[in-house]
């Protein structure tokens, strides 16, 4: 599994870059293939690797620079999708700060 977040350091400084899963999100907008969307059901904005054809548009997009690309000719971006099929996200269990929490919001 790649990792999903990318963490800004400038020491002695860190911060997690994460998707906001936005109201309006401009990668979906964006999205030629249709591979990014919302979630109706949770709101999440999920990348379906299937449908992505690689051109990247979602990473040039998003306002926070959450998608994450290795960079090689043959990889496709990596989002945020809160470790679905998880409880807690990964990110939540492994903060060593406990400065990461997740809580429901209502819609």
Same mark, same amino acid.
């Given at each position: 599994m790649e990792p999903r977040?990318?963490?800004?350091?400038?020491? !002695?400084? &860190?911060?997690?870059?994460?998707?906001?899963?936005? #109201? +309006?999100?401009?990668? @979906?907008?964006a999205c030629l293939?249709?591979?990014?969307?919302? +979630?109706? @059901? #949770?709101?999440?904005?999920v990348h379906d690797r299937a449908k992505c054809t690689g051109c990247l548009t979602c990473l040039a997009t998003c306002p926070f620079r959450a998608v994450v690309y290795k960079g090689d @000719? &043959? $990889?496709? !971006?990596?989002?945020?999708?809160?470790? $679905?099929?998880? +409880? @807690?996200?990964?990110?939540v269990v492994n903060c060593p700060n406990e400065a990461l929490v997740l809580e429901e919001v209502e819609s």
């Open positions: 977040i990318k963490v800004a350091q400038n020491r !002695p400084l &860190s911060m997690a870059i994460q998707c906001h899963h936005c #109201t +309006d999100p401009a990668c @979906v907008n293939a249709g591979a990014m969307y919302k +979630d109706e @059901v #949770t709101g999440y904005v @000719v &043959s $990889s496709k !971006p990596w989002k945020c999708d809160f470790c $679905s099929g998880l +409880d @807690v996200p990964a990110c």
